[in-house]
């Protein structure tokens, strides 16, 4: 695109950098934050820096937060005997609105998928594994994509955990097979989260 | 939504603040930011206020451009007895893509919509009419849209140049070059054939 500005041509690039954004939306978004005060466009500039400046993860289950330790792993009421495995933050979203979970989580930070050149290295399995090691929980919940890579993922995990004494389970097979799992409507989340099955059944 | 971090929720908050994008959508674009090193975030966010900065309106057409004046109206070799009136920048570079023209433009910024609250007074009508009154081109091109906005937008214009001697023409309406006839809508079948051309033109 042969932008008459520099200034916005990087602008473009920058927001095209977006996964699913093109050239010519990025366009159609730039021109209307040109169209906004400079203030405006300084709180939304500064918003992305401050997020990468600030957030973290939480030092045990690995969930985004401002703290060190996030405000599932530290609420008191949370049933610390049940970790439920995840992919990635907005999974715990989507599971904390069903409102049927009262344990903590672990955020994978993805799965494995080599297609996409993600091995077991490349997620938070080490730090999963000490901390089951360590805290030695009642049940661990795979509560990761109905894909071939979430099975893959599961597999890998089960195998890992096979020879301590947990109980694993599995969210039950009421979210569709194909489906992510942030898109699962709240009743069959719910229900799946319920009605959890042992995994080596 | 629920966020586990203020950071993160104002940052989604400022990205879906732009048009067409939805919570879910900014959520899933800011993990993808925040998974990238804070050196590439900072010229990510910097962009935006850069741009805001530095990108100013040619003081003749009111394009975008880095400099007082546009690199279209700064050019010697621009024919500048001819005007073309477009909407926004993006039409602009719709008809440069063509090279079927070497005017120069200029931008309204809008059309009027007074369902959307846009007026003449919002457009940059009064730099358009005293720029005509001091370069006297030849010729003004009406390239809006072929909305009833648009055509409510030539209606204004037109009145307001109709006691000027300046030849007034518009974008001709017609079937798409490589559609199929019957596929065209009746409104502009019907005017392409109201004002269908000589064969050897």
């Known amino acids: 695109?042969?932008?008459?500005?520099?200034?916005?041509?990087?602008?473009?690039?920058?927001?095209?950098?977006?996964?699913?954004?093109?050239?010519?939306?990025?366009?159609?978004?730039?021109?209307?934050i040109l169209n906004r005060t400079e203030e405006?466009?300084?709180k939304f500039s500064y918003s992305f820096l401050k997020m990468k400046q600030n957030v973290q993860?939480?030092?045990?289950?690995?969930?985004?937060?401002?703290?060190?330790?996030?405000?599932?792993?530290s609420n008191p009421k949370r049933d610390a005997?049940?970790?439920?495995?995840?992919?990635?933050?907005?999974?715990i979203l989507a599971i904390e609105a069903t409102q049927s979970y009262n344990g903590l989580y672990h955020v994978l930070g993805g799965i494995i998928s080599p297609m996409d050149g993600v091995g077991p290295k490349d997620l938070?399995?080490?730090?999963?594994?000490?901390?089951?090691?360590?805290?030695?929980?009642d049940e661990i919940i795979f509560a990761l994509s109905a894909?071939?890579?979430?099975?893959?993922?599961?597999?890998y995990l089960f195998k890992k955990l096979n020879n301590?004494?947990?109980?694993?389970?599995?969210?039950?097979?009421?979210?569709?097979?194909?489906?992510?799992?942030?898109y699962a409507d709240e009743l069959t989340l719910g229900r799946s989260l319920i009605q959890r099955q042992l995994f080596n059944q």
């Open 57 to 73: 993860n939480c030092k045990i289950c690995k969930n985004v937060t401002d703290f060190e330790i996030c405000f599932i792993c």
């Open 147 to 155: 894909t071939m890579e979430g099975d893959t993922t599961n597999f």
């Open 81 to 91: 005997s049940i970790i439920c495995i995840v992919e990635d933050i907005r999974d």
């Open 164 to 182: 301590s004494n947990i109980k694993i389970t599995t969210l039950s097979r009421g979210v569709s097979i194909g489906a992510e799992l942030q």
């Open 124 to 137: 938070n399995i080490d730090s999963l594994l000490s901390r089951i090691e360590t805290s030695k929980p």
């Open 40 to 42: 405006e466009v300084e």
């Open 1 to 32: 695109m042969n932008l008459p500005s520099k200034h916005l041509e990087e602008a473009v690039e920058q927001l095209s950098s977006l996964p699913g954004i093109g050239k010519k939306t990025a366009l159609r978004l730039i021109l209307n």
